[in-house]
């Protein structure tokens, strides 16, 4: 079996769009056929180079998607064909079972335990978890790492109480997560801060209590008349722009 792929053959030139050959699913692994991925910061990283030298290209790329589970291999029990899986780079249960290696014109193709930019891929069960349908692939995708990231912040690097003041700066997806997960863990109020105006309305769509946008506001006088000091609980910069001290 063959299916198209996006494969990174050197670093800072664009992705080869090719036929691979699937090879055999081994024990722990599951054959999924991709319906939505997306493409997150530390996968332009890997293209770029941003660490330094690749010492396993050619190879696959992509750890978040929503798919299908077309076929399992030996030993795996949390999947089963036919289930809507979210495919999330962080391990769950399950296994994790060998690399696997795809043929490219009598070329290896390395792979982790899961790679996201092809029609099919061979991904380690513990990189599946399944969900109802009737979320969607793309939901899926977000739930694989957006969502999630912004979750793990708010529960396990911030660990927000109930009723602390929580500021977000920098409202993309994963900042949108950050909102998601700060009103689930109580936090209030969850101050939203951004430059584009239609990242903000969505934020509060989302359970921010308050929106400030930079270009129009002074955000230090906006957190004095919001808590009556400029101080936060919990600030999380989610620009990834560098700022002088």
Not at 91 to 118: L, Q
Not at 156 to 180: F, M, P, T, Y
Request: glycine share 12%; aromatic share 4%.
């Amino acid at each position: 079996m063959k299916t198209k792929a996006a494969i990174l053959v050197e670093q800072k030139k664009d992705l080869i769009v090719d036929e691979i050959d699937i090879p055999k699913i081994d024990p722990g692994k599951v054959l999924v056929e991709i319906k939505a991925t997306r493409i997150c910061g530390s996968q332009i990283g890997e293209i770029d180079g941003t660490k330094g030298p690749d010492s396993f290209l050619p190879h696959l790329l992509g750890h978040e998607a929503g798919a299908i589970v077309r076929e399992t291999g030996p030993m795996v029990s949390r999947v089963k064909e036919g289930d809507h899986v979210v495919c999330h780079w962080r391990p769950a249960s399950g296994m994790s079972g060998p690399y696997p290696s795809y043929n490219w014109k009598g070329k290896k193709v390395s792979a982790g335990h899961i790679t996201t930019f092809s029609e099919y891929s061979i991904i380690s069960e513990n990189r599946l978890t399944p969900i109802d349908p009737k979320y969607g692939h793309e939901v899926s995708a977000l739930m694989a790492d957006t969502i999630t990231t912004g979750f793990g912040i708010i529960n396990n690097d911030a660990k927000v109480k109930i009723g602390q003041s929580v500021c977000i700066i920098g409202i993309g997806g994963i900042g949108l997560g950050v909102v998601l997960g700060a009103k689930l863990a109580g936090a209030n109020p969850i101050i939203a801060v951004d430059i584009v105006e239609h990242k903000l309305k969505t934020a509060q769509i989302c359970g921010a209590t308050h929106a400030v946008n930079c270009k129009q506001q002074n955000l230090e006088e906006e957190l004095l008349t919001i808590l009556g000091t400029p101080e936060v609980d919990v600030v999380i910069e989610g620009t990834g722009e560098s700022r002088d001290n």
